[in-house]
């Protein structure tokens, strides 16, 4: 598999820790990835709808669960898929990061190193 076409990409957040782990660990592979700071430039629908579909994972699955937000507006609350949709684009906190894209596959980076997965076979 050729990855110089690959798009490789982080959604980061400069705050987190996690996040700048990840990026040390791609710096340290010599790679240069396109960084989206997700929470000054929100996906839009159709870009969360990609990603969840690259990480193979319910939006559910996506939610930060330790978020004030959502201890005050979800938790407790048996959301629909799409509701979680609706969520995670009106409070984009609520994703859960680092998220590492590779072409068509993707993981949360939690830990970092969760993001080896990505250049394995």
């Known amino acids: 598999m050729s ?16 996040s700048r782990g990840a990026c040390q660990i791609l710096a340290d592979k010599g790679l240069v990835p396109e960084v989206v700071e997700y929470l000054k ?19 559910s ?4 669960q330790s978020e004030e937000i959502y201890k005050t507006e979800y938790k407790g ?30 993981v949360v980076a939690r830990p970092p190193e969760a993001l080896e997965q990505l250049f394995q076979g």
């Open 3 to 18: 990855t110089t076409h690959e798009t490789l990409r982080i959604y980061h957040n400069p705050r987190c820790s996690k």
């Open 77 to 106: 609350r048996a959301l629909s898929e799409d509701e979680w949709v609706e969520a995670l684009l009106a409070h984009p906190v609520l994703m859960e990061r680092p998220i590492v894209q590779r072409g068509s596959r993707a």
């Open 61 to 64: 699955a996506l939610v930060r």
């Open 41 to 59: 430039t929100p996906l839009s629908r159709a870009e969360l709808l990609a990603l969840l579909a690259a990480l193979g994972m319910p939006a």
